[in-house]
């Protein structure tokens, strides 16, 4: 019998944490290509309705003893919190109508530079040099990869975008400041932010001129469509959480936060490859900018505050 020491036992405990971590960078990284399988530009509300109303059940029955606990204080911080992840969802569904995937999951990706920017702004800190180096090779690499058939006015798809990235950054400082919620379980937390979310997007389906309603949608989905939401739901919502909510209790958050960053890399990826998008030699050193920024970036926060949690 083969004897394993326990200091070659921690590596191999912490890649069993890591793998189910990049899986679900993984999955992310894909979900852009497969919104844009599923969603036209008249079915945006239609399929958010279909992708978070069928894993909300699950998320209340896995969480109702928690839920119950939940004070009017911490329901109503993380209603608003639904309200802005609403919007998020929005911005980056119709934004990924009209871009490519490979743009969206690169672009999205600055929401790691305009997080630490906008706090630094919020507690009167100024960022670093070599943060703001970062963030400068991001940007220019954003302008590069939306520049790639010439220099021309952006997509409109990847202003909805960036409008997205801002949307994550205000989520994340509301997330941080909303002091109701800051003690609140995740899982109760994640459900009731969800499901403030569904509401907005279902009483957006009932107004005239929003497109599809979600059974007209449903109706008409064929089996592609229908795998590609199962997979936005299942494994980019559910899959994606859970393994989050298991993963930080064995492995550091800094670790976990560290291999979700790849998951602009999986997205030009999984564009390029699957999608068989064209991005050109401006747009493929715009790719390489905006992982090389954003990585430079992380670091560069982590080092400057390294008791904080990426």
Same mark, same amino acid.
């Not at 409008?163 to 003690?183: E, F, I, S």
């Not at 715009?286 to 090389?292: D, M, N, R, S, Y």
């Given at each position: 019998?083969?004897v394993?020491s326990?200091a070659l036992?921690?590596p191999r405990?912490a890649?069993r944490?890591?793998l189910p971590v990049l899986a679900?960078?993984?999955v992310?990284?894909?979900?852009? +290509?497969a919104?844009k399988g599923?969603?036209?530009?008249?079915t945006?509300?239609?399929?958010?309705? +279909?992708r978070?109303?069928?894993?909300l059940?699950?998320?209340?029955?896995?969480?109702?003893g928690?839920?119950?606990?939940l004070?009017?204080a #911490?329901?109503?911080? !993380?209603?608003?919190?639904?309200?802005?992840?609403?919007?998020?969802?929005?911005?980056e569904?119709y934004g990924v109508?009209?871009?490519?995937?490979?743009?969206?999951?690169?672009?999205?990706s600055l @929401?790691?530079?305009?997080t630490p920017?906008?706090?630094?702004?919020?507690s009167?800190?100024a960022? %670093?040099?070599?943060?703001? !180096?970062a963030?400068a090779?991001?940007v220019?690499g954003v302008?590069?990869?939306t520049q790639?058939a010439?220099?021309t006015?952006?997509?409109?798809?990847d202003?909805?975008i960036?409008?997205?990235a801002c949307a994550r950054?205000?989520?994340v400082l509301l997330?941080?400041?909303?002091?109701?919620? #800051?003690?609140?379980?995740?899982l %109760?937390l @994640?459900?009731?932010q969800?499901?403030g979310?569904?509401?907005?997007?279902?009483?957006?389906?009932?107004?005239p001129?929003t497109?599809d309603?979600?059974?007209?949608?449903?109706?008409g989905f064929?089996?592609?469509q229908?795998?590609?939401l199962?997979?936005?739901?299942?494994?980019?919502?559910?899959?994606?959480?859970?393994? #989050?909510m298991?993963a930080?209790r064995?492995? %550091?958050?800094?670790r976990?936060s560290?291999l979700?960053?790849?998951?602009?890399?999986w997205?030009a990826?999984?564009?390029?490859a699957?999608?068989g998008e064209?991005?050109g030699?401006?747009g493929y050193?715009?790719?390489v900018l905006v992982?090389?920024g954003?990585a430079?970036?992380?670091?560069a926060?982590?080092?400057a505050?390294p008791a904080h949690?990426?």
């Amino acid at each position: 019998m083969t004897v394993i020491s326990p200091a070659l036992d921690v590596p191999r405990r912490a890649w069993r944490a890591d793998l189910p971590v990049l899986a679900v960078a993984v999955v992310w990284g894909g979900s852009y +290509l497969a919104a844009k399988g599923v969603t036209t530009a008249h079915t945006v509300v239609a399929v958010l309705v +279909l992708r978070f109303a069928l894993v909300l059940p699950v998320l209340v029955v896995a969480g109702w003893g928690r839920l119950r606990a939940l004070t009017p204080a #911490q329901l109503r911080g !993380a209603g608003l919190l639904g309200l802005v992840l609403g919007g998020i969802f929005l911005l980056e569904t119709y934004g990924v109508v009209h871009t490519s995937a490979t743009n969206a999951g690169l672009i999205i990706s600055l @929401t790691m530079i305009l997080t630490p920017l906008a706090e630094a702004a919020v507690s009167r800190r100024a960022p %670093s040099g070599a943060f703001l !180096a970062a963030a400068a090779l991001s940007v220019g690499g954003v302008v590069l990869l939306t520049q790639g058939a010439g220099f021309t006015a952006p997509a409109s798809g990847d202003l909805l975008i960036l409008g997205a990235a801002c949307a994550r950054t205000v989520h994340v400082l509301l997330m941080a400041r909303v002091k109701a919620v #800051q003690d609140a379980d995740a899982l %109760s937390l @994640t459900t009731v932010q969800l499901g403030g979310a569904v509401l907005v997007f279902a009483l957006l389906a009932a107004l005239p001129g929003t497109g599809d309603s979600p059974w007209s949608a449903a109706v008409g989905f064929g089996a592609a469509q229908w795998a590609g939401l199962a997979f936005l739901s299942v494994f980019c919502t559910l899959f994606a959480f859970f393994v #989050q909510m298991w993963a930080v209790r064995r492995t %550091s958050p800094s670790r976990v936060s560290l291999l979700l960053g790849t998951e602009p890399l999986w997205a030009a990826l999984a564009g390029i490859a699957i999608g068989g998008e064209h991005l050109g030699p401006l747009g493929y050193a715009g790719v390489v900018l905006v992982l090389a920024g954003t990585a430079w970036g992380r670091r560069a926060v982590a080092r400057a505050h390294p008791a904080h949690t990426p």
